[in-house]
Nanobody, 115 residues
């Protein structure tokens, strides 16, 4: 397993921006496909964005054009730049690392968007 620690969440007004970071414990970070998920109260966890080891990105329709996922393998870190935030983006955001049978999650970071 790989340990993941998210940071960067907080309270922001609608229209604002936040950048989430997720640092992985393993120096072999570059071999993992990474993703951000979110879970709002009373709702299922959903995929927000993902990035493969080769840098291919994928976004949920509800964040296309607003959020950007990126990774820095030298820093063992994946980022989620969130712009144009709306109250519906309020959720706990989780970092995920996958490779084969390895499926690791961080503890989550709260994002709250006020109207």
């Amino acid at each position: 397993q790989v340990q993941l620690v998210e940071s960067g969440g907080g309270l922001v007004q609608a229209g604002g921006s936040l950048r989430l970071s997720c640092v992985a414990s393993r120096s072999t970070f570059s071999i993992y496909d990474m993703a951000w998920y979110r879970q709002a109260p009373g709702k299922q966890r959903e995929l927000v964005a993902s990035i493969t080891t080769g840098g291919t990105t994928n976004y949920a329709d509800f964040v296309k054009g607003r959020f950007t996922i990126s990774r820095n393998n030298a820093k063992n870190t994946v980022y989620l730049q969130m712009n144009g935030l709306v109250p519906e983006d309020t959720a706990v955001y989780y970092c995920n690392a996958k490779r084969g049978w390895i499926d690791s999650w961080g503890q989550g970071t709260q994002v709250t968007v006020s109207s």
